[in-house]
């Protein structure tokens, strides 16, 4: 088995949703549970887990050898660690994929991801960062493009959703109930009306309904992007007149969102627990990524002024790639320079 620094070093080229993703809190929260539940920390075999350089029905062998188990307790960490953490990353990442020819997961499955996410979910997706809700929403226009009637099926299920925002109830045609996504849309819709989905009319009924009024400043702001979303989903695909598609937005965010969360990604270590597996169904095989270099279309002299800016040996992973992508120079490129030094 290869070092960990060299299955890091296998992970410098993924793509910022999938560095998002698989750092989010869902997949975290899981894996520090496991962690806290058997005393040790699986960070490590996720890494070679999604590398190949260890198979699911290897980890119980590993986790003897790496901790001192029994093959009893072995076994159960593998079980606990493949259907809590690896099957449900794979999932992700497969329904996240735009790749047309991608196997594993069918039209009809990536709709039923979606039905379950606007229905248990949503919270949890509004709080992710732009990049994870643009590629979501790029999955969502792509089967739009082929149903546009799969949109009534998200606002019926968002309309149902009985996921909590806030710790008060809340008062909706003069009754008391809990604050459920299902219950602010309601109260929302009854007080500004179905078909009014205006800027001045959101902010109003934010900063002036009684019930609004009583959230905290970070719910108040999920309750926006709820009702965006709503808006969104009822008001496609009028709203995207005119605009190209990385415009277009179902889940909301901010459209300076996108510029800061790149910048971010640049001061991202190798060191995190930065991980991607695509399986095949079983949790089989690993697929790799393909790493797509940016082929520049100036000349060598200019590519070396470029790349003579900086002290590439002090620059790895994530950050080496965006600078890369930054200057149009290619990673085949860079190597010929620094060899030529």
Same mark, same amino acid.
């Given at each position: 088995?290869?070092? %960990?620094?060299?299955?890091?070093?296998?992970?410098?080229?993924?793509? @910022?949703?999938?560095?998002? +993703?698989?750092?989010?809190?869902?997949?975290?929260?899981?894996?520090?549970?496991?962690?806290?539940? =058997?005393?040790?920390?699986?960070?490590?075999?996720? *890494?070679?887990?999604?590398?190949?350089?260890?198979?699911?029905?290897? &980890?119980?062998?590993?986790?003897?050898?790496?901790?001192?188990?029994?093959?009893?307790?072995?076994?159960?960490?593998?079980?606990?660690?493949?259907?809590?953490? &690896?099957?449900?990353?794979?999932?992700? %990442?497969?329904?996240?994929?735009?790749? @047309?020819?991608?196997?594993?997961?069918?039209?009809?499955?990536?709709?039923?991801? &979606?039905?379950?996410?606007?229905?248990?979910?949503?919270?949890?997706e509004l709080k992710n960062n732009a990049i994870i809700k643009h590629a979501v929403n790029l999955r969502i226009f792509n089967i739009l493009e082929g149903d546009e009637n799969f949109k009534r099926n998200l606002g019926?299920?968002?309309?149902?959703?009985?996921?909590?925002?806030?710790?008060?109830?809340?008062?909706?045609?003069?009754?008391?109930?809990?604050?459920?996504?299902?219950?602010? &849309?309601?109260? #929302? $819709?009854?007080?500004?009306?179905?078909? *009014?989905?205006?800027?001045?009319?959101?902010?109003? =009924?934010?900063?002036?309904?009684?019930?609004?009024?009583?959230?905290?400043?970070?719910?108040?702001?999920?309750?926006?992007?709820?009702?965006?979303? =709503?808006?969104?989903?009822?008001?496609?695909?009028?709203? +995207?007149?005119?605009?190209?598609?990385?415009?277009?937005?179902?889940?909301? =965010?901010?459209?300076?969102?996108?510029?800061?969360?790149?910048?971010?990604?640049?001061?991202?270590?190798?060191?995190?627990?930065?991980?991607?597996?695509?399986?095949?169904?079983?949790? /089989?095989?690993?697929?790799?990524?393909?790493?797509?270099?940016? *082929?520049?279309?100036?000349?060598?002299?200019?590519?070396?002024?470029?790349?003579?800016? #900086?002290?590439? @040996?002090? $620059?790895?992973?994530?950050?080496?790639?965006?600078?890369?992508?930054?200057? /149009?120079?290619?990673?085949?490129?860079?190597?010929?320079?620094?060899?030529?030094?």
């Amino acid at each position: 088995m290869i070092f %960990l620094e060299q299955a890091l070093d296998r992970l410098e080229s993924l793509e @910022p949703e999938v560095v998002f +993703t698989v750092n989010s809190e869902e997949v975290i929260g899981v894996l520090k549970k496991i962690n806290e539940e =058997y005393g040790v920390s699986l960070d490590g075999a996720l *890494v070679f887990s999604v590398v190949g350089e260890l198979m699911p029905d290897e &980890l119980p062998s590993y986790f003897q050898s790496e901790f001192g188990f029994d093959s009893v307790k072995a076994k159960a960490m593998a079980k606990d660690f493949i259907e809590q953490v &690896l099957d449900p990353l794979a999932r992700r %990442l497969l329904f996240l994929s735009a790749d @047309p020819d991608k196997k594993g997961m069918t039209l009809v499955q990536e709709k039923s991801f &979606l039905i379950r996410m606007f229905e248990e979910a949503i919270i949890q997706e509004l709080k992710n960062n732009a990049i994870i809700k643009h590629a979501v929403n790029l999955r969502i226009f792509n089967i739009l493009e082929g149903d546009e009637n799969f949109k009534r099926n998200l606002g019926r299920v968002l309309l149902a959703n009985n996921e909590l925002l806030g710790g008060k109830n809340i008062n909706v045609a003069s009754k008391s109930v809990t604050p459920t996504i299902s219950n602010w &849309l309601s109260d #929302y $819709i009854s007080i500004k009306g179905g078909e *009014v989905f205006d800027t001045v009319s959101l902010s109003d =009924y934010l900063a002036n309904s009684a019930n609004a009024r009583s959230l905290s400043q970070e719910d108040k702001s999920l309750l926006s992007e709820v009702i965006q979303l =709503y808006r969104n989903l009822q008001l496609f695909p009028q709203s +995207t007149a005119n605009k190209s598609i990385d415009e277009w937005q179902i889940l909301p =965010y901010g459209s300076d969102e996108i510029e800061d969360l790149e910048q971010k990604t640049r001061q991202l270590d190798k060191q995190q627990t930065v991980i991607e597996r695509k399986f095949d169904k079983g949790m /089989g095989k690993e697929k790799e990524e393909k790493i797509i270099e940016i *082929v520049s279309s100036e000349g060598s002299v200019s590519e070396q002024k470029k790349l003579a800016k #900086y002290d590439w @040996p002090t $620059i790895s992973g994530l950050e080496r790639r965006l600078l890369l992508e930054e200057l /149009g120079v290619s990673r085949q490129e860079l190597e010929e320079y620094l060899k030529s030094k």
